[in-house]
T-cell receptor, first 113, second 116 residues
């Protein structure tokens, strides 16, 4: 079974630029998560989807971050404009509904200079 | 809100020695607890999980964890570590939504460094 796919793996941008990350969850997984992992910290949930609806986006900085999950499959996370403090690894994960285990992608490492 | 505390940011241990990584969580009526491992430049991989039943949970790669409700702890142990166990380990607790989905709240992680 294919795992969670993320792209790109690495991205370097200047502050105030925009950037987008893409995630393809495991086939059939209704729940999709985006996490932000700053160096030396644990992952922090940014947004959680069930199919194409948002379950939780309480920690998403909505003035600059946006995410969508069209057709309940792939998802895109966007940052516009980026700030230096957005430098982090962005992890995507997915899980089956009513199953506790989430599967993680390899992440996208963003560096804002 | 749920929270997870991993008091040890780094744990050095010699190869073939035992190790314990500590995790404490905020109390709740019911909790689901997890340990994940993260190798450099990789995503998180589930080591083991506690949902209910036996308080001693066995996972992959020879790891096990014990759920202690009275101490609100879920410490991870391995009787004999290998160099390949060098990685970052995260403890997590989950909240469930009425929708049937789960949200994971992670600790700050413990870096396990196995020395030759």
């Amino acid at each position: 079974e294919a795992g969670v796919a993320q792209s790109p793996r690495y991205k370097i941008i200047e502050k105030r630029q925009s950037v987008a990350f893409w995630c393809n969850p495991i086939s059939g997984h209704a729940t999709l998560y985006w996490y932000q992992q700053i160096l030396g910290q644990g992952p922090k949930l940014l947004i959680q989807f069930q199919n194409n609806g948002v379950v939780d986006d309480s920690q998403l900085p909505k003035d600059r971050f946006s995410a969508e999950r069209l057709k309940g499959v792939d998802s895109t996370l966007k940052i516009q404009p980026a700030k230096l403090e957005d430098s982090a690894v962005y992890l995507c994960a997915s899980s089956l509904l009513r199953v506790t285990e989430a599967f993680f992608g390899q992440g996208t490492r963003l560096t804002v200079v | 809100a749920q929270s997870v505390t991993q008091l040890d940011s780094q744990v050095p241990v010699f190869e073939e020695a035992p190790v314990e990584l500590r995790c404490n969580y905020s109390s709740s009526v019911s909790v689901y607890l997890f340990w994940y491992v993260q190798y450099p430049n990789q995503g998180l991989q589930l080591l083991l999980k506690y949902l209910s039943g036996s308080t001693l949970v066995k996972g992959i790669n020879g790891f096990e964890a014990e759920f202690n409700k009275s101490q609100t702890s879920f410490h991870l142990r391995k009787p004999s570590v290998h160099i390949s166990d060098t990685a970052e380990y995260f403890c997590a607790v989950s909240d469930s939504f009425t929708s049937g989905t789960y949200k994971y709240i992670f600790g700050t992680g413990t870096r396990l460094k196995v020395l030759a």
